[in-house]
T-cell receptor, first 115, second 107 residues
Framework: ETGVTQTPRHLVMGMTNKKSLKCEQHLGHNAMYWYKQSAKKPLELMFVYSLEERVENNSVPSRFSPECPNSSHLFLHLHTLQPEDSALYLC??????????????FGPGTRLTVT | AQRVTQPEKLLSVFKGAPVELKCNYSYSGSPELFWYVQYSRQRLQLLLRHISRESIKGFTADLNKGETSFHLKKPFAQEEDSAMYYCALLNTDKLIFGTGTRLQVFP
């Protein structure tokens, strides 16, 4: 598959669970991003990785833990989440970073519900 | 603080009517602005950026520093323009998005 893929597309988890979101890009890009989109709020940047190194951590709680093992894959590890963490989590990639220099390509998102 | 405001949650027009999606920003430096679009069942994608001064799918957006605005315009709306539109501002090296405006174009 081409572009940016995300799995799973939907996830329901309890507050004590541990789960991971996966993002994969097939575009040969060097930068990857995690965004959170809550209802009635703007898209919020969470993390940025450029050449597999984290370059941005936008004051995100430690219950969200990103991992970028290589330039094609990005994970978001989740543990002891709160109901207010329920949102759409979008992954994006770009040829490089900073983000404005290169168009960002978005994945379809993972709809997360924390019960 | 850097901020992007899209005052309209929903804009409904008939096919052939002009469209203007409003975007205002708050930024202390020289802004770099973008419009992203999300069509039904598709992913978010870049529509245009102000530095390119381009027209994409008939849409244009002019940066007005005096009014701190970057409104998206199209003279004649088409049904296929129905989508969610997000204005975004580049702050240092990250994008700040507005809350989005849903455009509905009726036949």
């Amino acid at each position: 598959e081409t572009g940016v893929t995300q799995t799973p597309r939907h996830l329901v988890m309890g507050m004590t669970n541990k789960k991971s979101l996966k993002c994969e890009q097939h575009l040969g890009h060097n930068a990857m991003y995690w965004y959170k989109q809550s209802a009635k709020k703007p898209l919020e940047l969470m993390f940025v990785y450029s050449l597999e190194e984290r370059v941005e951590n936008n004051s995100v709680p430690s219950r969200f833990s990103p991992e970028c093992p290589n330039s094609s894959h990005l994970f978001l590890h989740l543990h002891t989440l709160q109901p207010e963490d329920s949102a759409l989590y979008l992954c994006a990639s770009s040829r490089g970073h900073p983000s404005g220099s290169y168009e960002q390509y978005f994945g379809p998102g993972t709809r997360l519900t924390v019960t | 603080a850097q901020r992007v405001t899209q005052p309209e949650k929903l804009l409904s027009v008939f096919k052939g009517a002009p469209v203007e999606l409003k975007c205002n920003y708050s930024y202390s430096g020289s802004p770099e602005l973008f419009w992203y679009v999300q069509y039904s069942r598709q992913r978010l994608q870049l529509l245009l950026r102000h530095i390119s001064r381009e027209s994409i799918k008939g849409f244009t957006a002019d940066l007005n520093k005096g009014e701190t605005s970057f409104h998206l315009k199209k003279p004649f709306a088409q049904e296929e323009d129905s989508a969610m539109y997000y204005c975004a501002l580049l702050n240092t090296d990250k994008l700040i998005f507005g809350t989005g405006t849903r455009l509905q174009v009726f036949p």
